[in-house]
């Protein structure tokens, strides 16, 4: 299986795990455990990713770029404009908000800053844009230094500029 690679541009948004390349599937596997974790209260899942990082990562670029994921995770969960969907860990579909968390990782990667706040101003409140940014810097860079890049998926389809009300029952899709 050929993966994108950094530059390449005009990819069209995946639908499921099997079409992410590693640095994607990564963000998208710890934000569904690291949310399981939050919504059980259970260590078992963030575990999970803490060596799922390190194991990638190394042991302290891991800490840091788990810093930086932990701090996006948090910037989502106290500044959500509305509510975040994701699938289990095993689906392997992948939800429009998961798409947009990695491709935010992503923008922040290749330095597309504008692009990057667009997708934050999407998922969260202005009052968390810079923080939420800043944790993606961190995170990215992690990934970056390990060679864990992002494909860049220009061309596809616009964010919508408004926001729905989702029943608390889609939170989680799978």
């Known amino acids: 299986m050929s993966f994108p690679q950094p530059g390449q541009k005009d990819l069209p948004w995946p639908t499921s795990t099997s079409e992410l390349d590693p640095a994607e599937r990564l963000v998208v596997r710890s934000f569904r455990r690291w949310v399981l974790g939050l919504k059980h209260n259970t260590a078992d899942h963030w575990d999970y990713v803490w060596e799922e990082f390190a194991s990638q990562l190394g042991p302290q670029d891991g800490r840091d770029a788990l810093s930086g994921f932990a701090g996006m995770i948090k910037a989502l969960q106290c500044n959500a404009r509305r509510r975040i969907c994701y699938h289990q860990p095993c689906c ?45 810097r961190r995170l990215a860079e992690g990934m970056h230094r390990h060679g864990l890049t992002f494909p860049e998926r220009c061309g596809a389809p616009s964010i919508p500029a408004e926001t729905y009300d989702v029943p608390q029952s889609a939170t989680m899709l799978h």
């Open 92 to 136: 392997p579909y992948l939800g429009a908000d998961e798409v947009s968390i990695v491709c935010f990782v992503a923008a922040c990667q290749n330095g597309e800053l504008r692009l990057a706040r667009s997708l934050a101003e999407w998922l969260i409140k202005s009052e968390g844009t810079e923080e939420i940014i800043e944790a993606g």
